[in-house]
């Protein structure tokens, strides 16, 4: 019966492709895979209908291809999904084979592609506690981190229970660790040594803009000291567990008390739930994640590209990230990190209207070979990491990050990220990047919103200073960048850059409410290196330490932007060199704390001038305690700028619409409508979730 069917299916095919009429399978929850797949729900006698699952009709129209190839003016084929669950089992995995294809929701219905496996075989103890024994856990080592109830991300216990430990003391590396720090001083009874599975508790070690997550390998009470598989780097500061560096310590069995919390016990085979009020093993859908990957799109290295995919409508969920034994410690930006979706060797991939949410990792990564592609009107939440990521990098060590790819072609180029939400990331991994531009030139990141994130909200470049870079022409248009850092991590920016970029435009961007823990906490941010990048037309309000910042790098433009309210300086320039460092032109700088200027403004090697400054709460003093006319006389700079009210409609209430009369429009500054920032189309695919809850504390408000 199933040798019948495949050639009823098979034939039907090829007298629709040699007709020229759309090919069409069908995929739904009570589909079967010995079926036709061309109907859309199962038919009257229950013998024909869709297929139960997206690889069986990926096979289905390989077969009609390799009997008969498709004519050029032939519509491209499709796979429609109907709506409901899929519980993938592995990853569905893409090649040349499947080019020129469509796949799409049916009708506006919303099909989840999910990687995890349903809890449900609960046993409720006397303590109230539910049970799941699991044998694929004790029996085959599938290890997960993470858990959904409900469709919430749920907690492992942590300690302490609020707030963080501080590290007791700086300690060098022991003789295994080979480069790296693998352990430090604690406080007592901060760590135990008799801890139940003591090998699965790990540590979450902050510095200044990454946190390293380790497993613990053993603990020495009496003396005070844990020592882990992995290492955290020592080749810069980054790395080093300094006293009095915040720490916590997760998935702690004897901490599991908490509504909401759970442990797997992984030798037994275990998991433990306690259920928040009103959930019940009848009422509750406890999803664990297996598999890292959901979606592979994979061409060949040296040969065909996959080339000409379109995917809409669809949802992928519940991607997992086992911690390896080593552990995460990472310089920067979760930057070895893969993505739920992952593609390499790609081309003119199309992903619309689809959504990724509860995943270990990035939600998508772009990687070797990925030219042409793109993401529209997606969105992206409940990420362990971020969001997406352009382009690869090599990961030899902090150092070897430059020497890996400058020398090579660019990894990827000319994709696009457009009309995307990219929101509560970083739940696992707090230095994750919404968008991540590495070695990759010809990008767009436009009309998107990202936001609740521990760290940037999109990063462009990556060689640090002045080496030969392929992150050029890349834009950063239209977006709304907001809620970052939140007083986890240090030393971000909202839109970020690192090395040579000629033609990155920054521009009409809204950006706001950027805090770090320590120093940083930047709007605007071009770090080392960064060359030609021009940022004009954003609006930049409520950050903690300066509205731009440039570390170090040579003839960036800084032009027509509204830069307000940081907390503590307005703008910040850490390096003199003997080129220039930027032009900073017809900028409106308002603010009613903290200092105009900070760090390095006593030289010539800035252009500055033609600029508006207002203090709110007092007179406006540069460098050196200097008034603008002492300053002009000292050092050249703003001799054509003013110190004026800009008359700004309503700043406080974030309308920076100037009145008629405003000064700024005798400097040549030129208007621009903030509104026209954030998505095209509202947000709906994921309307009704419940929240996203934080993984990290930050500032108890993030409003001044």
């Known amino acids: 019966m199933k040798t019948l069917l495949c050639g009823l299916t098979l034939a039907a095919a090829c007298l629709l492709a040699r007709a020229s009429d759309r090919l069409v399978f069908y995929v739904a929850p009570n589909g079967d895979d010995r079926w036709s797949g061309r109907l859309s729900a199962p038919n009257a006698e229950g013998n024909d209908g869709p297929f139960a699952t997206v690889q069986r009709a990926q096979q289905a129209l390989r077969g009609v291809r390799a009997t008969t190839p498709p004519a050029d003016s032939a519509p491209r084929p499709e796979v429609q999904l109907r709506g409901g669950t899929y519980h993938l089992d592995g990853p569905w995995t893409l090649t040349a084979a499947d080019s020129h294809t469509i796949y799409r929701a049916y009708q506006a219905e919303r099909p989840v592609l999910s990687g995890g496996v349903r809890v449900s075989n609960w046993a409720v103890g006397n303590d109230g506690r539910w049970r799941a024994d699991l044998p694929a856990v004790r029996e085959q080592g599938w290890h997960f981190t993470q858990l959904f109830v409900n469709d919430q991300r749920r907690p492992r216990p942590r300690l302490p229970a609020t707030g963080h430990y501080r590290i007791a003391g700086e300690l060098p590396a022991s003789e295994e660790a080979r480069g790296g720090i693998d352990r430090f001083q604690f406080s007592p009874d901060e760590i135990r040594a008799d801890w139940a599975n003591l090998n699965d508790v790990e540590v979450l070690a902050f510095h200044n803009w990454s946190m390293s997550r380790l497993p613990i390998q053993s603990v020495d009470g009496a003396a005070g000291v844990v020592k882990f598989f992995g290492t955290s780097p020592s080749t810069s500061a980054w790395g080093i567990f300094r006293k009095g560096n915040r720490y916590l310590v997760e998935n702690v069995k004897e901490a599991l008390a908490t509504p909401g919390q759970w442990y797997l016990d992984r030798p037994r085979g275990e998991l433990t739930y306690l259920p928040r009020p009103g959930e019940t093993p009848e009422n509750t859908v406890v999803i664990a994640p297996r598999w890292p990957q959901l979606l592979v799109i994979a061409g060949e290295p040296t040969g065909e590209p996959v080339r000409d995919v379109r995917i809409e409508g669809l949802t992928f969920a519940h991607a997992a990230w086992p911690i390896p034994r080593e552990g995460q410690a990472i310089p920067q930006a979760e930057i070895n990190l893969d993505g739920a979706i992952r593609a390499t060797h790609a081309e003119e991939i199309v992903l619309k209207g689809c959504a990724v949410r509860h995943v270990g990792a990035y939600a998508m990564a772009w990687g070797e070979g990925c030219h042409y592609n793109l993401v529209e009107g997606c969105e992206m939440i409940d990420l362990g990491a971020g969001g997406v990521k352009l382009g690869a990098v090599g990961l030899t060590g902090w150092g070897g990050l430059n020497a890996a790819r400058t020398a090579a072609a660019p990894t990827s180029s000319h994709n696009t990220v457009r009309d995307c939400t990219i929101a509560f990331g970083g739940r696992i991994h707090p230095a994750a990047i919404g968008v991540w531009i590495g070695h990759s030139p010809f990008n767009t990141i436009e009309h998107n919103e990202i936001y609740d994130l521990y760290y940037s909200a999109t990063s462009i470049g990556w060689v640090w200073g002045y080496a030969p870079s392929h992150a050029h022409h890349n834009r950063v248009l239209y977006n709304h960048l907001h809620t970052l850092g939140q007083g986890v991590l240090s030393d971000m920016g909202a839109v970020y850059t690192l090395g040579i970029s000629p033609g990155t435009i920054v521009s009409h961007n809204v950006i706001h409410d950027v805090h770090a823990f320590d120093y940083g906490g930047w709007g605007l941010y071009t770090d080392e290196g960064s060359t030609g990048v021009v940022m004009e ?168």
């Open 537 to 704: 037309n954003n609006l930049v309000y409520r950050t903690k330490t300066g509205g731009f910042h440039q570390h170090y790098g040579r003839e960036n433009l800084i032009r027509n932007n509204i830069l307000a309210f940081s907390q503590t300086d307005q703008l910040q320039r850490t390096r003199k060199e003997a080129h220039v460092s930027f032009t900073f032109e017809r900028n409106l700088v308002l603010y009613d704390r903290g200092t105009l200027l900070g760090s390095q403004w006593a030289d010539d090697r800035v252009r500055v001038d033609s600029n508006l400054y207002w203090n709110r709460a007092g007179d406006v003093r540069f460098p050196g305690n200097r008034s603008l006319e002492e300053w002009r006389k000292a050092l050249g700079h703003d001799l054509h700028s003013v110190v004026a009210d800009p008359q700004f409609l309503d700043p406080s209430r974030h309308d920076f619409r100037l009145a008629a009369g405003s000064p700024a429009f005798g400097l040549g500054f030129v208007p621009f409508d903030p509104q026209k920032a954030g998505r095209l189309t509202s947000r709906t695919l994921t309307a009704g979730l419940p929240p996203v809850p934080p993984s990290f504390e930050g500032l108890p408000s993030l409003h001044p």
